[in-house]
């Protein structure tokens, strides 16, 4: 119990650009949104989320337009499109995608 109410203080009081210090935030629908290249995942894997996402989000899953807003936010930064067959949401409010440039 203790180790949960430890990560939510945590969660609740960081920004995801703590960890992931490449990110570029960008605002997408009034909420600030981080978005990462991921070369390793393969050419042109963008990975974005909620920059300072609740707790409710990392533990218990995103809303349902959260994936959208996080491709939005990828395409924001990228000024690519998505290819949308290689979106992949994660339960924990993230998305990972590559871009056609």
């Known amino acids: 119990m203790r180790k949960f109410l430890a990560l939510g203080l945590l ?3 960081t920004q995801m650009t703590d960890y992931y210090p490449d990110a570029q935030v960008v605002e997408i629908q009034g ?3 981080f978005v990462a290249p991921r070369p390793a995942n393969g050419p042109g894997v963008y990975f ?9 989000e990392v533990f218990l899953g995103a809303g349902m337009a959260l ?6 936010a990828i ?3 990228t000024g690519c499109p998505v290819l949308r067959e ?3 949401n994660q339960t924990t409010g993230t998305t990972f ?3 056609a440039c």
Not at 49 to 56: L, T, V
Not at 67 to 72: C, D, E, K
């Open 97 to 99: 995608a590559a871009v």
């Open 75 to 77: 395409e924001a930064v």
């Open 86 to 88: 290689t979106v992949k």
């Open 48 to 56: 974005a989320g909620p920059n300072d996402p609740a707790g409710a």
């Open 67 to 72: 994936p959208a807003a996080n491709v939005a």
């Open 31 to 33: 909420r600030a949104f």
């Open 11 to 13: 969660a609740g009081c």
